[in-house]
């Protein structure tokens, strides 16, 4: 048996990730905010520092790997539990390098933004596709979750950059971060922008956007905050993403039999 045989997938699956609509954009901010608040909530909050909260958020994120990749088919639950979890852990990994090994926010931004490059590059040469809706394989399926991995390891270092070392503020930054998408969505649709392309830089851009929204609703007034808490935060953003997935799992909206090759 050749190598190449070895490592193919023995099956192929239905897609695997929601269709790409005005729903998906959403619970994906939800998530990605429940990822900043969340990991806040457990570390201070719950007193689990750094390391037991990254302990335990990794125990979960495992198991709910394991459900996500044994399924055959998209299931919302499943899908955006993995991505809430994947966000809170994401933002850890960061938190851990820039709070516990000290690395710069800049030199994580960098690190993590080589990192996402990398595997696109490998995921494209294996592949030949970084189409999302093609995530039809367990090969597939596995270079996807780790560049969602990296995009919000990165995200979350460019977003504290953006908010506390450029001295933004958490407002300032959530309009900058919505305006950079905004611009990707008017080159996409006015300018015909790659499909892929346009998907994953706006994919990579809701990562900041998401924790600078947590961070202004859930820091203090004197932060340039709206006095939240991290629990009140997280409990409004997890209600939404619970109504919404309970939704998107009964309409079936955002779900497609179909697997084009072209994002």
Not at 164 to 185: H, K
Request: hydrophobic share 55%; charged share 10%.
């Amino acid at each position: 048996m050749t190598a190449h045989h070895a490592l193919a997938p023995s099956r192929q699956l239905l897609n695997k990730v929601p269709e790409v609509t005005l729903y998906f954009w959403i619970v994906k901010v939800l998530c990605t905010t429940v990822g900043e608040s969340a990991a806040d909530f457990l570390n201070v909050n719950l007193n689990f520092g750094l390391t037991g909260t990254s302990i335990v958020t990794g125990v979960l994120l495992a198991v709910a790997m394991v459900v996500q990749f044994r399924a055959d088919r998209y299931v919302p639950s499943k899908y955006w539990l993995a991505v809430a979890l994947v966000s809170v852990f994401g933002t850890l990994v960061t938190d851990n390098l820039t709070d516990s090994i000290g690395v710069p926010l800049e030199a994580s931004t960098l690190l993590f933004g080589g990192l996402l490059a990398v595997t696109f590059l490998a995921w494209y040469r294996v592949e030949r596709t970084l189409s999302i809706h093609s995530i039809v394989t367990r090969r597939r399926e596995a270079f996807y979750w780790l560049a969602i991995l990296f995009t919000f390891a990165l995200g979350t270092a460019a977003g504290d950059l953006a908010a506390e070392r450029l001295n933004l503020g958490y407002a300032n930054s959530v309009l900058m971060f919505g305006a950079m998408i905004a611009v990707v969505g008017i080159a996409h649709f006015r300018f015909g922008l790659n499909a892929i392309l346009a998907f994953w830089v706006a994919y990579i851009l809701t990562r900041p956007l998401g924790a600078s929204i947590g961070d202004f609703m859930s820091q203090s007034r004197h932060d340039g905050g709206l006095a939240l808490g991290t629990t009140g935060t997280s409990a409004i953003f997890l209600t939404a993403i619970l109504g919404l997935v309970a939704y998107l799992s009964i309409t079936r909206t955002d779900q497609s039999e179909a697997v084009p090759e072209a994002a």
